[in-house]
């Protein structure tokens, strides 16, 4: 013998209960974690989790500070790779610090860091090709000797 089916009364409410209940904490979550500042370029916004506290503190004390904020380093120059390395960004750092499982201290991934050579070799260019020749195009390594460049000393 086989049960009643659903009513759809019941089915609407349990369909609603398992969308309401992921967006009702998804909400909750984006909202706690000041998820609306992530779509600023304001550099406060990176310290929004402690695990970025001496990367933030580096940058205010260094000479970039008065030249480029994070997203001018760590997001593509513009268009629309510089909104898919956000998202990129925003959806692996919350599951990171969702899940705790990231490293103490943080490394750059090479995706990132090719990203943050790019931007150097931008806004540098000028400086670079005449103080050591390098013809336009050919790739440079900033970070192989100023690895600290915009977070402090050493750069």
């Not at 998804?26 to 506290?53: E, I, Q, W």
């Not at 909104?83 to 995706?111: C, M, Y």
Request: glycine share 10%.
């Amino acid at each position: 013998m086989m049960g009643r089916p659903m009513s759809v009364p019941r089915v609407l409410v349990a369909l609603a209960l398992v969308l309401a209940i992921p967006v009702g904490i998804g909400a909750f979550t984006f909202v706690y974690a000041k998820g609306f500042s992530y779509l600023s370029t304001d550099p406060r916004a990176c310290v929004n989790c402690h695990v970025m506290n001496p990367q933030y503190d580096g940058w205010r004390t260094s000479g970039h500070r008065h030249a480029a904020t994070c997203v001018q380093c760590h997001l593509p120059d513009h268009g629309i790779g510089k909104w898919v390395a956000k998202a990129d960004h925003g959806f692996r750092h919350s599951v990171a610090f969702t899940l705790q499982n990231f490293k103490e201290p943080i490394e750059i991934t090479p995706h990132d860091r090719e990203i943050v050579r790019v931007n150097c070799v931008r806004c540098h260019a000028d400086f670079v090709h005449a103080a050591l020749g390098v013809a336009p195009g050919r790739e440079i390594d900033c970070l192989h000797c100023h690895r600290r460049a915009g977070h402090g000393a050493g750069g």
